[in-house]
Each structure stands twice: as C-alpha cells, then as structure tokens.
T-cell receptor, first 119, second 114 residues
C-alpha cells in the first residue's frame, strides 16, 4: 500500500534555530501534500497545501515566512520552521495524495509525524 | 465550509462489548467521509471511507461505519472491542470539489478495558 515517510520522528532544538521536516511518498507520486499541526489532546489543524512545482497555499493565521514549504518533486515536500520558538513546539504531520485533479475519494496517506520541541 | 463534530471526548467500553464512536457532519453537497485512528506519537491510519453506495461501510480491523443522510451522521462501530483498539479516533470530511484536504473532528479517545 501507499507509504508516506516523515523524518525526523522527533527533534529538539534551541530557540532561534531552524528545523526542516521531510515528507516523502515512497511508492507513489504525491502531486499534493498537506501539512497539519496537532496540539496535545487536540485535533489536526491544516497549515498549508502544497502542490508539486507551485507555491504552497497557507491557511488563515499560518505565517508563510515562518513555516516554509517546498514541494520541488513528486516524492518530497519539506516544511522548515524558521527561527523556532517554544510556542512552535507541536506534533507536525504530513499527508499526501497521489492524483492531480478531482480526487475527492482518495484516502490521504499520512506520515508518522514529527514531534518538535523548542527549548 | 465543511465541518465535523465528535460529541464525545472519551468512550470507555469493556473488552468484548460492542463499541460506537459518534460523528456528525456538515457539508454542502454529497459528503465524502473518513475515519482514521491514531496511536500515541504516530500519524493517522486510514480505517474506512464513505463515498457512495451502501450506507454500511466495512473497513480495517473489523470496524464499520453507517452513513445516515437524514441524521447527517457517520458513526464508527465494532461488534466486539479489543484492548488493542484503544486509541484516538478521528472522523473527517472532504469536500467533493477538487484535490482538497481533510477537515477533522476533534477526536474521540477510546479506552477498551479488559
């Protein structure tokens, strides 16, 4: 079945540094990837949608200059948290879907998430 | 805009008993509904989906869900719960227009007690 690999699974960084999270589709071409953020005991909140070869679309309230998303190939999307602060500590999850165009019935495949702790 | 409500934060059930995790939705047009399960510090695993067809949908690990259009519900069920079913369950809806993201409910924590 379709597999999405997310790396790293956890990371601890100092305040002010940047952290890059990778999301790879291992056995399919992910034309669209979604980045979610999950706070403890809360649901997943969509941060942005990235389509291969074009700029990401950010949800309202998400700072695009802080959360840089790059989707340069059909198998890789990256999320970079720039100048991280303790309030950015969270669980970040990527998901991917493999068809471009109307694909509303395709289940999204999720990575295992990245636990970011900023000290 | 579409939305999903999971009215219960926590559901407790004894092992071997049937379980139900509730979900109601709001969407313009025909809904595309999903259930996912999340184990601690892990991503989401797909359980089942409803797109069209039979109202009773069967999915992974013995789970099933019943689509009820008049009640705008999509409750997750399992005839006999296992301790290993204990996890966080999310109901989600997707708009039937293009390559859109899932919108999730807040999640329901299921605890199956031996």
């Amino acid at each position: 079945g379709a597999v999405v690999s997310q790396h790293p699974s956890w990371v601890i960084c100092k305040s002010g540094t940047s952290v890059k999270i990778e999301c790879r589709s291992l056995d399919f071409q992910a034309t669209t990837m979604f980045w979610y953020r999950q706070f403890p005991k809360q649901s997943l909140m969509l941060m942005a949608t990235s389509n291969e070869g074009s700029k990401a679309t950010y949800e309202q309230g998400v700072e695009k200059d802080k959360f840089l998303i790059n989707h340069a190939s059909l198998t890789l999307s990256t999320l970079t948290v720039t100048s991280a602060h303790p309030e950015d500590s969270s669980f970040y999850i990527c998901s991917a879907t493999q068809t471009r165009g109307p694909s509303y019935n395709s289940p999204l495949h999720f990575g295992n998430g990245t636990r970011l702790t900023v000290t | 805009a579409q939305s999903v409500a999971q009215p219960e934060d926590q559901v407790n059930v004894a092992e071997g008993n049937p379980l139900t995790v509730k979900c109601t939705y709001s969407v313009s047009g025909n809904p595309y509904l999903f259930w996912y399960v999340q184990y601690p510090n892990r991503g989401l695993q797909f359980l089942l989906k409803y797109i069209t067809g039979d109202n009773l949908v069967k999915g992974s690990y013995g789970f099933e869900a019943e689509f009820n259009k008049s009640q705008t519900s999509f409750h997750l069920k399992k005839p006999s719960a296992l301790v290993s079913d204990s996890a966080l369950y999310f109901c989600a809806v997707r708009a039937p227009s293009g390559n859109t993201p899932l919108v999730f409910g807040k999640g329901t924590r299921l605890s199956v007690i031996a």
